[in-house]
């Protein structure tokens, strides 16, 4: 019994390694969900009765490769933030006008970094929190020991 459930926890936990290593692309969904596999081994760890080592250095390699993610879609926000910004100095770089002029386009400048700030912080927002690690299992004097 015990043997069938290792057996069973093995196999998700490969499963879920071969699923999360695989080439990422960083695209919206990926972003959004980053983390998921993380949480779905963290909430089966948990749940366990016999938490094992090895189970717990799978779980340990799902959380880098989440933080890994999670930092890969930060940096790619904060580009897209930052060419964003890029293109609206660029737009509205114009000296050659009116005082009136520079008011109006002043105003339509702050207004559109504030609309990109503000799709910035949503993207941000998005991004799923990495819960922490639980604590190292501990080996009874029950349990069986490796020869």
């Known amino acids: 019994m015990c043997n069938l459930r290792s057996m069973r926890t093995s196999l998700f936990i490969s499963i879920v390694l071969s699923v999360s290593l695989a080439p990422t692309s960083l695209a919206n969904s990926d972003c ?4 998921l596999d993380y949480i779905k081994a963290l909430n089966s760890f948990e ?8 189970f717990y250095k ?5 959380r880098k490769n989440a933080d890994k993610l999670r ?4 940096k790619n926000i904060n580009t897209d933030f930052k060419n964003e910004l890029r ?8 000296k050659e006008s ?4 520079m008011l109006s386009q002043r105003t339509k400048k702050n207004s559109e970094i504030s609309a990109a700030t503000l799709e910035r912080d949503r993207r941000l927002k998005i991004l799923n929190v990495i819960p922490e690690l639980p604590e ?3 080996k009874t004097k029950f349990q069986k020991q490796k020869p």
């Open 47 to 54: 749940s366990s009765p016999g938490k094992s080592n090895d």
């Open 32 to 35: 959004e969900n980053v983390g």
């Open 58 to 62: 799978q779980l340990i390699q799902l």
């Open 71 to 74: 930092s890969a879609c930060i």
């Open 98 to 101: 009116t005082k009136g002029d």
């Open 136 to 138: 190292k299992p501990i």
């Open 87 to 94: 293109v609206i100095n660029a737009k509205y770089s114009n």
